[in-house]
């Protein structure tokens, strides 16, 4: 079954987004805003990879970098939390 392994992520994570995403678009759809259920799903899908991705970055393996002084990893979660904050914002 290695075949199906999607690591760092999980298809329970997967699967939970995507029923989240197409929860919060039914409730949408019903309430006749534009958003529907395949699109607050994908919308909820990205961002779990995003977040997962992201954290998974950071790990001991990752490079440090200087930023004010100070050490800290390439990739933070909060700059990616951000990150897709800021996309769909706008």
Known sequence: MEYLSIEPL???????????GS????ER???GKAVGVRTSALICL???LFIKLGV???????????VLGQVTPITT????L?????????
């Open 10 to 20: 999980s298809w329970l994570g997967v699967l939970t987004s995507i029923i989240a």
């Open 56 to 66: 998974s970055l950071t790990g001991p393996e990752s490079d440090p970098s200087r």
């Open 23 to 26: 929860v919060i678009g039914l």
């Open 46 to 48: 990205g961002t779990y």
């Open 29 to 31: 759809q019903i309430a």
């Open 77 to 80: 979660p909060s700059r990616v």
């Open 82 to 90: 951000a990150s897709v904050f800021l996309a769909l914002g706008s």
